[in-house]
């Protein structure tokens, strides 16, 4: 069974960089897509982008200045990186798997952004 | 970007019978050449992630009761649940991926009557 978790701090600064981690069990990184998909009250659910297993990746437009996705196949992991934070940020995080739809998704992890 | 638009933003139904949700998009999501529609159905229950009801707008996920039925093409769909049960209510979404940015619709929340 495919299990991803999320990680990272729930709380960061206006302006820093917010920085994820999600852990891959169950199953291999390789030939898959993974993307992350934030909720807020305010926005709902925004994908944010894929990336291939390979590194290709296709970020939304609305955030692509600001986000950087990497992954480590090695350990099974997926990150994403988005700089310069505001409190339009502030969101629950999901971690995914598929390239179109999302047949796994992770928990998420809700990240505030705040002084 | 495709905008998508649910409806009704909220519904209320009684156990045992038929809820129907609609979901349109800005523009087409048909894929002519394979006769696809880039679309797929989510139901969010509180606390959880999402989880996939159907994709190519019709294509039930594995494991998905068969009460759950998605139809629809081009830019009008709707997902129908039929037989109401007590553990459907949720949020519903669609979501297109027929071109990125990929995008969802507004959600439509599912109550019992």
């Known amino acids: 069974q495919v299990l991803l978790q999320e990680s990272g701090p729930g709380l960061v600064k206006p302006s820093e960089t917010l920085s994820l981690t999600c852990t891959v069990s169950?199953?291999?990184?390789?030939?898959?897509?993974w993307n992350w998909i934030r909720q807020s009250p305010g926005k709902g659910l925004e994908w944010i982008g894929y990336?291939?297993?390979?590194?290709?990746?296709s970020y939304n437009p609305s955030l692509k200045s600001r986000v950087t996705f990497s992954i480590d196949t090695s350990k099974n992991l997926v990150s994403l990186k988005l700089t310069s934070v505001t409190a339009a940020d502030t969101a629950v995080y999901y971690c995914?798997?598929?390239?179109?739809?999302?047949?796994?998704w992770g928990q998420g992890i809700l990240v505030t952004v705040s002084s | 970007d495709i905008v998508m638009t649910q409806s009704p933003g909220s519904l209320a139904v009684s156990l045992g019978e038929r809820a129907t949700i609609n979901c349109k998009s800005s523009?087409?999501?048909?894929?002519?050449?394979?006769?696809?529609?880039?679309l797929a159905w989510y139901q969010q229950k509180p606390g959880q992630p999402p989880k996939v009801l159907a994709y190519?707008?019709?294509t039930r996920e594995s494991g998905v009761p068969d009460r759950f039925s998605g139809g629809g093409s081009g830019t009008d769909f709707t997902l129908t649940i039929s037989n109401l049960q007590a553990e459907d209510v949720a949020v519903y979404y669609c979501?297109?991926?027929?071109?990125?940015?990929?995008?969802f619709g507004q959600g439509t929340r599912l109550e019992i009557k």
């Open positions: 979501q297109q991926f027929y071109t990125t940015p990929y995008t």
């Open positions: 990336m291939y297993y390979s590194g290709r990746t």
């Open positions: 995914g798997r598929g390239g179109r739809w999302n047949s796994y």
């Open positions: 190519w707008a019709s």
């Open positions: 169950g199953g291999s990184i390789s030939n898959y897509y």
């Open positions: 523009q087409s999501v048909l894929y002519s050449p394979e006769n696809k529609n880039y």
